[in-house]
């Protein structure tokens, strides 16, 4: 009893150092200048070093271990909440801190490295981190002493549960039932009469309209709030303060529209989680891949589809009259689903997208499971991209380098990007036996949408885990079919029919 | 050696828990939304208890004690650094812990008595809770037990080395000199022909006539930023981070304009101040009379002069073309100038302020040094307003209960600010011996001041008394006459004069 009580007050403790530690990084972001971030970054160092010192001392590791012994007499929430932390000190406290030191600083610097080396287009200037990076992993990987594969480990990390057997299956459905249908679609003719890029779309209007989508979508403002920044990113301290961004490109208003709804998918999720789980482990959303399934569904499943345009274009062109003239719905539609091969991820159409994933998924594989010589990464990248999509970078910084994460040590990330919206199309296919989709768009009526989520998924946080939701909610395990299936049936309508 | 080490590594501790608490401020005054705010209290109370327990913990005792206990031997600034921990120290750890929580907590609530007693206009609803904070005042001063008169000890916390000797001082010079010329002042006609508060004036508009001033300050935005808050505020961790806000009201444009150019004063002194006091207990402004010397430098003595405005009328007026057609300099600037009895300290012009503060100042001292009864503060108040200002108080809310400080417990404050605006008139004549302040203004050239205040005043922070500040800059001791002399200057030639 006495251990649950300090249990309790050492993660709120830990809490209230992330708390801060968050607010700083929301204002870094947002609107702190320049001159803030040397002093800044001296600051945060001893609270983060202060919030390290209380997540992996002693006291601590004495409460988790001791819970743990007696882990079969606490409630459940409890009990998962002390598997997660022993999880997790369990690695920590292997590794030792020399080494976990230079890990940190190598991380740190490694940013800045892969940032010029993009700019310069040259994957040599980076190579040398990258090795140094990943023979660390794999160093901290023997260190943590589990009975399982490498990569596994790591796609643990990010998937609670999640392995390459699984991973595999889902993206050799994709390799073999999607590609060939993307190749098909990339051959027949474009269907959109403008893609929108074309103009220039004024700034303040575009923040007008996702002002007015951010509504639309039932965001609660005196819970959160939508502001700009240069990359858009959903921030939470819980879900009181829920915060998103977005940003606005004058020369591609639907870029910028999708990003902000993107987020928002992000933000409802964490705004509509209970209260009650905002002192344990288990606050906040249960995953990447779940929390990516949200972000696509409201996206993808609601922004992009025809519904939605019938009933905000309107709005759309009392917004943008000249820009828009004689733009119909079904231009708006097909604009909105554009499919085009292109070299950047980011960038990437919905249906095109899970193509790149599947690139960087399977380099981290061989990287992880075999004795792949890291000089070969570009080249096998390019390989991979004329195979899956037609196409050849040209050099490095719109191939191997164009994502940061690997710079900041993040492998087994990705996958669950494309994870997160395959899951979003089987939970789509169920929310339609029980609510009517189309209808709900149209009559503006998304509230019975996020309540729906908040049922079924958002109010749980972390308290189930990512398997247990998608069996909960579907009735079944995560199946792919599903995701292509709903790739399908749209892209076959848009670009394949008549 | 150790110590010294140790001392270092205590402080920096204690600006990192006080970087994030000010982080989570700037926040909550400027953006929060609703919903964060009862989470947020949660959160900083555990970084703020944190904060104490290292600031007032005995490991930090040690250390201090140590080196007063060897202070001779120690380097000039280090020593002002022992002496003020030494000085506060000696007095929070006199306190017994349960009557400082019990303070807190009566404070904490008190605010929201001083609200609603306010916007009832009804002392008695909060007379019980000045009472409470007036008693755990008189008996924390026993417990500090420092052989020194009790209001001198709250006045010393606001501004270091003040005496009631000393304001009685400076106050019956107001009375004798000041008061008079004010009511003759006040029997004299209005020389104003506009005080452009009838027209309704775009807040947009303000805002940018508002950023033009910010750039014609030469305020660094680099290393800082203007922002809008209910209440203008001036906000800093370090001098690289110095924000401030204005808020603009549409029919008081004035009003927002000095009120952006108070902060930004303000703002410039933290800026200014050398970056090696940073992780010392001597950065930022040294206390709060000569920060409000630099507010009201910035204010009045450039943004209220009339070279200012021959300045930027044109500008002013291209902002609002319409709205001040026909406005000629010699209109703004005395419209920039009116004189008027008000009731409300806050909106008090230039010269009518400091006998808002007499009134003030005189209750206090009642209070601290008098068995006065507490029930009689509001009859004395209006008598006062009477006596001064020729006005009677119709109740409490444009009375007694108009400013929240006494809410807070924050007896000894209210001098600091005519006290300020008083040491910038000893200040101005001392500049005035090396700059032409008005060609300087003319040629839009205020950096030239702000230097001359950086290499004065600035840039040493707290490492200086205001006490050495003002005799080091104008090779005096504070006097008050300066600033009646300043103020009649002023304004004979504005109201009595032809």
Known sequence: ?????????????????????????????TEAPRGAFERRAEMMGVISSELFKLSTGEEYQKVVNELFNIIDTL??????????????????????????VAYRKLVDLSQKIWEDAKEESNYNLFKGNLK????????????????DLPYNILLDEYEEGMTMDEYDLFFNTLRKDLVPFVQEVLK??????????????????????????????????????????VHPFTWNTHPGDVRFTTRYLKNMVLSSIFAAIHELGHATYEQQVDEKWNDTLLSGGTSMGIHESQSRFYENMIGRSRAFWETHLDKFKQVFPT??????????????????????RVEADELTYP??????????????????????????????????????????????????????????????YALGTAYSAQIYYTMKKELNIDEVIKNRDIQLINEWL???????????????IMLEVTKEEFNPKYYVRYLKEKYTDIYLTK
């Open 1 to 29: 009893m006495d251990n649950i009580k300090k249990f309790r007050e050492l993660v709120k403790k830990q809490k209230a150092y992330q708390y801060a530690l968050t607010m700083v990084s929301w204002d870094s972001n």
């Open 75 to 100: 409630e459940d929430s409890l009990q998962r909440e002390i598997k997660k932390a022993k999880k997790n000190l369990d690695k920590i406290v292997k590794v030792p801190e020399d080494e976990f």
């Open 132 to 147: 140094s990076i990943i023979e660390f992993q794999k160093k901290f990987i023997e260190y943590y002493d589990i009975d």
């Open 188 to 229: 027949a003719k474009k269907t959109y009469k403008s893609d929108f890029t074309g103009d220039s779309f004024d700034v303040k209007k575009q923040e007008e309209f996702c002002q007015y989508i951010t509504d639309e979508f039932a965001f609660d403002r005196s819970r959160g709030l939508m502001k700009t920044s």
């Open 323 to 344: 820009e828009l003239k004689g733009v119909s719905v079904e231009d708006a539609y097909r604009a909105a689903n554009k499919v085009e091969a292109s070299m950047i």
């Open 355 to 416: 193509l790149h994933i599947m690139v960087r998924y399977e380099l981290e594989r061989l990287i992880f499971s075999s004795d792949i010589d890291i000089d070969d990464l570009p080249k096998l990248w390019n390989e991979k991209m004329e195979e899956y999509l037609n196409l050849t970078p040209q050099n490095d910084e719109e191939g191997i380098l164009q994502d940061v994460h690997w710079s900041g040590g993040m492998f087994g990330y990705f996958p669950t």
């Open 454 to 468: 908040k049922n079924k998924i958002h109010q749980f946080g972390s308290s189930k885990t990512p398997r247990e």
